[in-house]
């Protein structure tokens, strides 16, 4: 689990080629991200979700199947902003001005926690362990982590190297279509590399390469 994990470069790793992480979820290989997220709701028949969807798909003359491409990414990122653009002055007209911004917290001397949530670029965590009232180990998997993944122990590339396979390309030495690709993903690989090295009971120095 991540909050019990430690991140531990290997340099001189063989066969190894990414600082990357490689997450999976239940050994499978998971892209996250506004594709993911408009797919899921979807697929559990969210209402406004599949009106947008159908709708989208049948203004372009496209099937379902032709989400998963780059085409896709892009159409989804759209749809993801439109859905939450629908829902923002709802939100707004929920909050109380007179309540609270924050509550009170006392740090534990031991304990661990986590916090999850849908960033922008998709489903993203961080773990913490606390001991002597000081950061032990802290962990994130970013989005990116997820889908700029290397090859696992189990040999399955992520989600981008996947995407990668096979795509023509039509110069070697002006691959545009690899970028293109990539992009539609939207990755942040600065953020997906995240070094935690803890010593012993100090705090946990945080370097991001």
Not at 173 to 185: A, G, K, L, M
Request: glycine share 10%; proline share 9%.
């Amino acid at each position: 689990r991540p909050h019990q994990g430690e991140t531990a470069p290997l340099p001189d790793r063989e066969g190894g080629y990414s600082w990357i992480k490689s997450p999976r979820y239940g050994g499978e290989v998971r892209e996250v991200g506004p594709l993911a997220h408009v797919l899921a709701n979807y697929a559990v028949g969210d209402a406004a979700t599949v009106k947008l969807v159908d709708w989208a798909l049948a203004t372009l003359k496209a099937p379902m199947e032709a989400l998963y491409s780059v085409m896709g990414r892009h159409l989804a990122r759209a749809l993801a902003t439109k859905l939450i653009a629908d829902q923002v002055e709802g939100w707004l007209l929920a909050l109380d001005p007179q309540s609270p911004v924050y509550q009170e917290y006392q740090i534990p001397e031991e304990g661990w926690g986590m916090g999850l949530t849908e960033a922008a670029r998709g489903a993203l965590g961080h773990w913490i362990r606390i001991q002597g009232g000081k950061i032990a180990n802290y962990q994130c998997v970013v989005p990116t982590t997820w889908n700029a993944s290397p090859r696992d122990r189990l040999g399955q590339p992520g989600p981008i190297e996947q995407a990668l396979i096979g795509a023509p390309v039509e110069d070697p030495d002006n691959p545009w279509e690899v970028v293109r690709i990539i992009r539609s993903f939207d990755p942040c690989i600065a953020c997906a590399v995240h070094l935690l090295t803890p010593k012993g009971g100090e705090r946990a120095r945080y370097r991001i390469l």
